[in-house]
Every structure is written in C-alpha cells, then in structure tokens.
C-alpha cells in the first residue's frame, strides 16, 4: 500500500519514517499548501495529516470531494472529544493523537487502509494465493513466493481490487509515486515475471491484460486450505 504523508512536523516526519521502515510505499508532503494537489495528483490507499492544517491549507470537506473513495486519517495533539466528533462527522475516517506509540499508529493506519478496500484481516485470500499484507509476501499453498519489492506492490495492488480493471497509469503511480516511472517495456517485463509466479496455479489465478485500458485479477478457484500461516 501507499500512504501520502503531511510531513508539517517532526512528529509527523518520524511516523513518515516508520512507515516508510515497515516497507510501506510513502509520498511524502512537506508544503501544507501542496496537500491538496498531491491528495489530487497522486494514487495512495490513505491520506494522513495533522488536524492543525486544516482550515489554514485543506478543508476535510474539499480533501474528501477530491478523492472519495481515499480514507483520511488526522494525527491531533491532545483534542477534544467535541473536536474528534467534529472532524469524524465532516470526513474524516480516522483520529490518532500524537503521543500514541508508534505500533499503535501504524496498526490504525493499516486498519483503516486495508478495510476502505474491504479487507478485514492482514490476511488475504484469493482464490489459491494468500498475501500476507502485514509481512509483505504471498504464498501459493506451502509455497512463498520469491517477489521483488516491485513485483510485489503491483501483485497487492491488484489483490486488493479483484475482478476490477486497474489501469495501468493508475497501477504505475501507486508503484512509483511521483518519482520517474520505467519504459512501458520495463514494466511489461514485470508483468510477464509476476505471471509466471502464479503459473503453476493455471487457470484458477490469472492476470488479465485489457488491452490499451489495463490489468485485472481474475480468480476461478478457492484455497482449499484457507487457514491462516503459523507466525
């Protein structure tokens, strides 16, 4: 997944750093003014910023027009209850105060990325693959598969919207944010590289190419052992 980060702060800028450190993908924000443009520009699972730039360069109203379907989280320091209601009934999805501990904020923000596209768990099946969202790797069966960082945000990625067309520009700015993206040629090679990570499973789990529109997940078959990995 990928967080757009307000880095306004230094508290902020540290938990940017603990994301970035769990192996998250991060676009950082430092200009409080920009924040809009990027939450407007960018493709990101989660918005997080500091309560006190609202109402100075973004309104949760404008931020939440913009992106509807992108879940906000705001980081307060020591709000009131009033506060909290307020901003949870003007759009915000989530309110960690600042003092939390960093598991603590990290484990709210994973919680609310992952259930805005309907996962409840870290874990998640589809049809025979299980990605583990919180360790980052995906498993055929007994088999974990041996993925690159990028093959593994771009199989994420098309996980967690199945049987949904993913444009490739859409698909091609969460894996690499605002920084320069690789010659279509690159990419193709990507794609033909994560297939053939899921080709021992044949029909049942296979990525589709739209083509001049994108990718989509098709899944055709259920694990049969869906239990959750031993930690």
């Known amino acids: 997944m990928r967080y757009l980060i307000g880095e306004t702060n230094w508290k902020m800028v540290t938990l940017s750093e603990a994301v970035a450190d769990s192996g998250l993908l991060r676009t950082s924000c430092e200009a409080g003014e920009e924040l809009a443009d990027f939450h407007r520009m960018g493709q990101h699972d989660l918005l997080v ?9 973004v309104s949760l109203a404008d931020l939440r027009a913009q992106r509807p379907d992108v879940p906000i989280c705001l980081i307060a320091s020591a709000p009131a209850p009033e506060r909290i209601a307020h901003w949870l009934m003007a759009g915000a999805d989530a309110v960690i105060e600042d003092t939390a501990a960093l598991p603590e904020a990290l484990a709210r923000l994973s919680a609310v990325a992952r259930r805005a596209h309907g996962v409840a768990h870290p874990l998640v099946e589809r049809g025979p693959l ?4 919180e360790r980052r790797r995906a498993h055929l069966g ?16 098309l996980v967690l919207r199945p049987g949904r067309l993913a444009a490739r520009d859409a ?12 010659a279509p040629r690159v990419f193709d090679v990507y794609m033909c590289n994560l297939r053939a990570h ?9 990525i589709e190419t739209v083509r001049g529109a994108g990718y989509r997940l098709e899944v055709n ?6 239990r959750p990995l031993a930690a």
């Open 49 to 57: 910023l500091e309560a006190s730039q609202l109402g100075r360069h």
């Open 221 to 226: 078959e259920r694990r049969k052992d869906a």
């Open 130 to 133: 299980l990605l583990d969202l």
């Open 171 to 182: 698909l091609l700015g969460h894996v690499y944010g605002f920084e320069n993206e690789p």
């Open 142 to 157: 007994e088999v974990t598969l041996s993925l690159s960082p990028k093959l593994y945000e771009i199989l994420e990625f």
């Open 198 to 206: 899921l080709q021992s499973v044949g029909p049942a789990l296979k």
